[in-house]
């Protein structure tokens, strides 16, 4: 078994207006801060026998740290974890805020793939959800970054948004495919509850996305996706064969992962955590740590329990599900849990399998493609 490490950097200059992670704007001076409180937070985590295969920095906007902040952090992690021969180390990217000269640092700092925001090709788009890049920031940061010799890059878009067409979608998804990308991210938006846009919704200034056009946005995308070489391995990401994401997989497997930062999550030895969301408390708390508590806390954990079998079974299954190749693997369920599939859900399978919403042979379960939209409410059949 490998671990993976999660090091959220939640700074950003502007919100933009769909999110609802925990990031924090105009607090950029804290930076130095926070990077010193990470480093604290990293060592004092008791490390893991196993070596840790990925490292992914997220956000926020990771990319408004200087190169050298990077550096130190990796070496953080280098020092402090025993890493795997070749590890994945991703790092979240905004379009518009690096040049090539800082895409060459932090690949000499370790970072070997890139996640970029591009989210849409049309400017009215990006204005709506306040980001803040143009259409054009993409190509130019995607040739910056093979100038600096990256190899492995992923793109980020969004679809159904309020008022969104299919021809503004197709506009969007040509554009990211003729960037030729080694790994897609496509996500249906999410009205999250508190964001600036679900709050025009709300308030009837902006339609409800349509969910039918969703449907057939996220189809056409798929077999353009396909039609391009990137093969769908997850229910919202394609990959060209053997670039999908090591770090998500990670999740999607059900394997242990570190969280690191302010609002950060993490899941190691059966128990599952969150590390203290306030900025401010965060860093007095990550900062001041003097003794290791016991794996895998640190003095920043807030919220920590542990995950009891049928839980975990369940959790396993909705992970797992996800995987539209690999699915859920009945061997390693069977090796973790003690009782086969079949026994431990005989009713959900019955079900699930009279309706055509998901496929069974003797080693994997799979989503079937008509479920492949719904699968949280598939997946709830086993929690
Ligand atoms: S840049 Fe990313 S993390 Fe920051 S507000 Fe926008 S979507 Fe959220």
């Not at 950003?12 to 609802?20: E, L, V």
């Not at 590390?275 to 408390?281: A, I, Q, S, T």
Request: net charge negative; with cysteine; hydrophobic share 40%.
């Amino acid at each position: 078994m490998q671990y993976s490490l999660y090091l959220h950097l939640p700074f950003c200059a502007i919100h933009c207006t769909y999110c609802a992670f925990n990031i924090f704007t105009r607090a950029q001076k804290l930076i130095p801060h926070y990077v010193r409180a990470l480093q604290n937070e990293l060592t004092m985590v008791q490390p893991p026998s196993e070596p840790v295969h990925t490292i992914y920095l997220g956000g926020g906007t990771p990319s408004l740290l200087a190169p050298t902040q990077i550096d130190t952090l990796l070496k953080t992690c280098q020092r402090a974890y025993t890493l795997s021969r070749d590890p994945e180390i991703t790092m979240e990217i905004n379009p518009g805020d690096v040049d090539q000269g800082y895409l060459e640092s932090i690949r000499e700092a370790g970072v070997n793939r890139l996640s970029i925001g591009m989210q849409s090709a049309l400017p009215d788009e990006l204005r709506l959800m306040a980001r803040d890049h143009t259409p054009q920031a993409v190509s130019q940061v995607i040739t910056a970054a093979r100038k600096a010799g990256h190899t492995n890059i992923s793109l980020d878009l969004i679809f159904g948004l309020p008022r969104q067409s299919f021809a503004a979608w197709r506009t969007t998804v040509r554009e990211a495919l003729s960037l030729q990308p080694d790994h897609l991210s496509m996500y249906a938006l999410e009205l999250e509850a508190g964001t600036a846009l679900t709050r025009r919704v709300e308030r009837g200034g902006l339609p409800q996305p349509d969910q039918d056009l969703c449907a057939e946005m996220y189809q056409w995308a798929d077999s353009e996706a396909k039609q391009a070489g990137l093969i769908q391995y997850e229910i919202s990401n394609w990959a060209r064969p053997g670039w999908e994401c090591r770090h998500n997989r990670q999740y999607w497997r059900y394997q242990p992962y570190l969280g690191f930062g302010a609002g950060a999550h993490g899941f190691a030895a059966g128990v599952r955590y969150e590390v203290m969301p306030d900025l401010r408390r965060y860093l007095e708390l990550a900062g001041s740590q003097r003794e290791r508590l016991p794996f895998p806390l640190s003095a920043a954990a807030v919220q920590s329990r542990q995950i009891d079998p049928l839980e975990a079974m369940g959790e396993y299954i909705f992970t797992g599900l996800r995987q539209v190749q690999e699915g859920v693997n009945l061997r390693d369920f069977e090796a973790r849990f003690g009782i086969a599939l079949a026994e431990a859900f005989p009713k959900a399978l019955a079900k699930l399998l009279q309706s055509d919403l998901i496929t069974l042979d003797q080693d994997r379960m799979r989503l079937t493609d008509q479920a492949r939209l719904i699968s949280n409410r598939v997946s709830l059949e086993f929690l």
